[in-house]
């Protein structure tokens, strides 16, 4: 099998039978999850940016094919390759058909099915019109897999547009009983004859997208606003290396991870998080979990929900697995009032840590007692890269980096005033305490954020939009 990298994702480069002997394998397979095949072109590139779930979903496929003149372009001219395979939906569709399998078509009106099932009369068909929301309902999506498990197809063709076609197929791959799912788009249209194909020469120079626009002139936005925007792209971005940060504002969730997980380090996201991501002073791990702290998440989506540390750390509820508390930092009086009072079910263990460098400080972490919940009072980056060394010694750790947060919530720090609070100023509120650290540290992170901002590295970082 030939592959290529398409900035972060994998592109199979192979021929048309290449692709045909893998399907043929595949389907001779009795028992097995499906393989997943997509179509990339330059839209669902641009619209998989800024879509957490497509994205996960084509970086899960099996096979993502070059369907598209501007992939083709990209691979041809910037990655200089010397062959370049496209195969477009309706190439793998056609060549199908003349196999002596079971099919079964996800999409399409009443019309189309219609048709489509009487064009393939002699061949084991099953077809299912679905509603037109962004979203199946529940029931509908049991109705949907019950019906393709029922039959049993070899080849599941979906045709419900990008990015719903790829972002369906991807959650409900382990429940489907099929062989091969082909997310193809609007290949359904064409083949029941609601709309023609581009003919040969058109196909040949790349220009499909010209003769599909002039029958429907409303994709006019999807072919040259995408269009656009990815041939920007690809000429100012030469490799990608995108980071979708998962950011949970909901307590009730963060509760979920912080009582379900079997190992995390939980931190907040804000100014100096990203500014240490980004310098490559620190890096998400599978086991990072993010909560939206402070104003800064808002730069990513205007929709994300404050949770300061102080509030975080007073709103979770604990479940019984948790047998003690480990505080890892500098406390005072109160702080120690306030944790024996939350969580007056756990043991409480306090290990005070010097400000000293990060080298002679990580030689100072105490053993973790099993089934311990440790809360870091330290600034960031210390406290997220002393909560990795806490788990290379111990993988099913559990942390939460706070911060300054038990120090708000215990009343030994001043809470910002609420009208300083609103307007997103907290940061400079707490200059006014270990001022000279704090307007160091906040000046360094600003640089960092003006520094992606100018090399519009920041267009790389995307917030989690998963629903």
């Avoid at 009730?252 to 991501?277: G, M, P, V, Y």
């Avoid at 948790?322 to 409480?348: C, E, L, P, R």
């Avoid at 105490?366 to 060394?389: A, D």
Wanted: glycine share 4%.
């Amino acid at each position: 099998m030939i592959f290529e990298k398409f900035y972060n994702y994998s592109i199979f480069n192979g021929t048309l039978n290449h692709l045909i002997r893998r399907i043929d394998s595949s389907c001779k397979l009795k028992k097995s999850n499906p393989i997943i095949i997509n179509c990339i072109n330059p839209h669902s590139f641009i619209v998989s940016l800024k879509d957490y779930i497509f994205c996960k979903s084509l970086l899960n496929t099996n096979l993502n094919l070059i369907d598209g003149i501007g992939i083709y372009i990209y691979l041809k001219f910037f990655r200089k390759l010397n062959r370049v395979n496209r195969i477009t939906g309706y190439d793998i569709f056609e060549k199908l058909l003349n196999k002596d399998l079971k099919f079964f078509f996800l999409g399409g009106d009443n019309r189309t099915t219609t048709i489509i099932s009487e064009k393939l009369k002699e061949k084991k068909v099953q077809t299912w019109s679905p509603s037109y929301s962004e979203n199946f309902s529940e029931k509908e999506n049991k109705s949907i897999i019950k019906k393709i498990n029922k039959f049993k197809p070899n080849i599941l063709f979906i045709g419900l547009t990008a990015p719903k076609q790829e972002k369906w197929s991807y959650q409900n791959r382990n429940k489907l009983h099929c062989n091969c799912i082909i997310n193809i788009g609007a290949v359904f249209d064409y083949y029941a004859g609601i709309y023609y194909r581009a003919p040969k020469f058109f196909r040949k120079i790349g220009s499909e997208w010209l003769f599909r626009l002039l029958q429907k002139p409303n994709m006019w936005k999807r072919t040259f606003v995408s269009g656009i925007i990815y041939f920007i792209y690809i000429c100012v971005f030469k490799k990608q290396n995108s980071i979708y940060f998962d950011i949970e504002d909901n307590i009730k969730k963060i509760d979920a991870i912080i009582n379900k997980k079997k190992s995390f380090i939980f931190s907040a996201f804000n100014l100096a998080f990203f500014s240490n991501i980004y310098s490559g002073k620190l890096k998400l791990r599978k086991y990072t979990f993010l909560w939206s702290d402070g104003i800064f998440g808002k730069f990513f989506n205007k929709n994300i929900k404050k949770i300061p540390g102080s509030q975080l750390i007073d709103r979770i509820k604990l479940n019984n697995k948790y047998k003690s508390i480990h505080i890892i930092g500098n406390t005072d009086a109160k702080v120690t009032s306030f944790i024996k009072k939350k969580f007056s079910s756990q043991i409480i263990d306090f290990t005070p840590l010097p400000f000293e460098n990060i080298k002679e400080i990580c030689k100072k972490i105490p053993k973790i007692k099993k089934n311990s919940l440790v809360l870091i009072t330290l600034p960031t980056p210390k406290q997220e890269i002393i909560g990795e060394e806490i788990l290379k010694k111990n993988a099913m750790s559990k942390i939460i980096c706070i911060g300054g947060g038990l120090r708000i919530a215990s009343g030994s720090e001043k809470k910002c005033p609420s009208f300083m609070y609103n307007m997103g100023l907290e940061f400079l509120w707490r200059l006014n305490s270990d001022t000279s650290r704090r307007v160091k540290r906040l000046s360094i992170d600003l640089f960092y954020f003006f520094k992606s901002l100018i090399n519009l590295d920041i267009l790389l970082y995307s917030y989690k939009n998963e629903k």
